[in-house]
């Protein structure tokens, strides 16, 4: 098993600049998540797909962020445009169906905007 | 809403020692409370989790948490550390409804340095 697959894991960019971070999720988990953490607000919940649908997006910040799941394998965080505040680690995150199923997380893709 | 407190940030033990990484929760309805751990520059990973049934469960590598809904708390313990269990560790609790999502709540983290 590949595990939730980040790309990429390491960006460092100028303020402005439109950033896309990717994600490939555990084939057949059909729950899906991007995680921000932080050193000053630990880690936050950005939003939640189901079967490719967003469900939960409370926590995306502003209108700056964005993210789309066109499919079941795939799924995008865009950035645009970015700013220093928004230096930190990004989790991608799939479960399957399943109300006490674990989430498994990827890497991670650090991010930092100067 | 649920929530998780975690109230060390940092623990520091000696190598062989035993520890106890404290987790109390607090939600109105039932909840399955998990343990994740995140090794440096790692994603985080499920150590243990409670769902039903016996309120004692066990990592693989020597972890234990007990369930305790009187106190509402699931503090995790190992009875001797080795360095290789230096990370940070996460509380986190979801509640049972069967009705559509529930969001899963992480605590602040608790990092756990082992001393040689």
């Known amino acids: 098993d590949a595990g939730v697959i980040q790309s990429p894991r390491h960006e460092v960019t100028e303020m402005g600049q439109e950033v896309t971070l990717r994600c490939k999720p555990i084939s057949g988990h059909n729950s899906l998540f991007w995680y921000r953490q932080t050193m000053m607000r630990g880690l936050e919940l950005l939003i939640y797909?189901?079967?490719?649908?967003?469900?939960?997006d409370s926590g995306m910040p502003e209108d700056r962020f964005s993210a789309k799941m066109p499919n079941a394998s795939f799924s995008t965080l865009k950035i645009q445009p970015s700013e220093p505040r928004d230096s930190a680690v990004y989790f991608c995150?799939?479960?399957?169906?399943?109300?006490?199923?674990?989430?498994?997380f990827g890497e991670g893709s650090w991010l930092t905007v100067v | 809403a649920q929530s998780v407190t975690q109230l060390d940030s940092q623990v520091p033990v000696f190598e062989e020692a035993p520890v106890e990484l404290r987790c109390n929760y607090s939600s109105s309805v039932s909840v399955y409370l998990f343990w994740y751990v995140q090794y440096p520059n790692q994603g985080l990973q499920l150590l243990l989790k409670y769902l039903s049934g016996s309120t004692l469960v066990e990592s693989i590598n020597g972890f234990e948490a007990e369930f305790n809904k009187s106190q509402t708390s699931f503090h995790l313990r190992k009875p001797s550390v080795h360095i290789s269990d230096t990370a940070e560790y996460f509380c986190a609790v979801r509640k049972t409804s069967s009705g559509g999502y529930q969001k899963v709540t992480f605590g602040t983290g608790t990092k756990l340095q082992v001393i040689p």
């Open positions: 797909f189901n079967n490719n649908v967003p469900i939960d």
């Open positions: 995150a799939s479960s399957p169906q399943g109300r006490g199923n674990t989430i498994y």
